[in-house]
């Protein structure tokens, strides 16, 4: 069974901090990884990450995906408190069904 | 105005009775789903729809049903609600000539089941 696992679950770091946030995925066929940010309610779009080894950066935030290791990690360097939401990353297969993982929840404190 | 619209944001029903979530999108995607999101679980699909004739089950797709009455509408249906359905159900789409990949959601539909 395809899944998606995000690690650490809840986070919580003072304003300034660099965070690392996990994401490990078991798909059949997989595409591609998504990264997603959701405050109050909708997720929106961060990053989407296809080949290894190439970081794509937005900012403070930045993401690279490891093939071999069947991972991925969302950095974002001196944190503010507008960091504060949680950030779900889900991957993608052949059919462009997303596999979602439960999400870390980052608490940015002043 | 948003491009992903749901309706209603919020409904609080009763055990049994039938509910319907709606959907449209002005962004012009041909692909659109329906998730709903538990604390702890993440987001689930429940169906997923490549064009107006093309409708999928998702990984959650019992007790729930799905129209595609036009390209811009979803609608999701449970027919006979139960406790264990309150959630936050979101709808997306996504754009196949784009790649298909990103997706955008509407603002969620807030599900309380009593």
């Known amino acids: 069974e395809d899944k998606v696992v995000q690690s650490p679950l809840s986070l919580v770091v003072h304003e300034g901090d660099t965070v690392t946030l996990n994401c490990s995925y078991e798909?059949?066929?997989?595409?591609?990884l998504l990264w997603y940010k959701q405050e109050k309610k909708a997720p929106t779009f961060l990053f989407m990450l296809?080949?290894s080894g190439i970081e794509k950066k937005s900012g403070r935030l930045s993401s690279i995906l490891d093939k071999k290791e069947l991972s991925s990690i969302l950095n974002i360097t001196a944190t503010q408190t507008g960091d504060s939401a949680i950030y779900l990353c889900a991957a993608m297969d052949s059919n462009y069904q997303l596999i979602w993982g439960a999400g870390t929840k980052l608490i940015i404190k002043p | 105005d948003a491009d992903v619209t749901q309706t209603p944001r919020n409904r609080i029903t009763k055990t049994g009775k039938r509910i319907m979530l709606e959907c449209s999108q002005t962004k012009g995607h041909d692909r659109m789903y329906w998730y709903r999101q538990d604390p702890g679980l993440g987001l689930r699909l429940i169906y997923y729809s490549f064009d107006v004739k093309d409708i999928n089950k998702g990984e959650i797709s019992d007790g729930y049903s799905v129209s595609r009455q036009a390209q811009a509408k979803f609608s999701l249906s449970l027919e006979s609600a139960i406790p264990n359905q309150t959630a936050l159900y979101f709808c997306?789409?996504?754009?196949?000539?784009?790649?298909?990949?990103?997706?955008?959601f509407g603002p969620g539909t807030r599900l309380t089941v009593l």
């Open positions: 296809t080949s």
């Open positions: 997306a789409t996504s754009d196949w000539l784009a790649g298909g990949s990103e997706q955008f």
């Open positions: 798909v059949t066929n997989f595409r591609s």
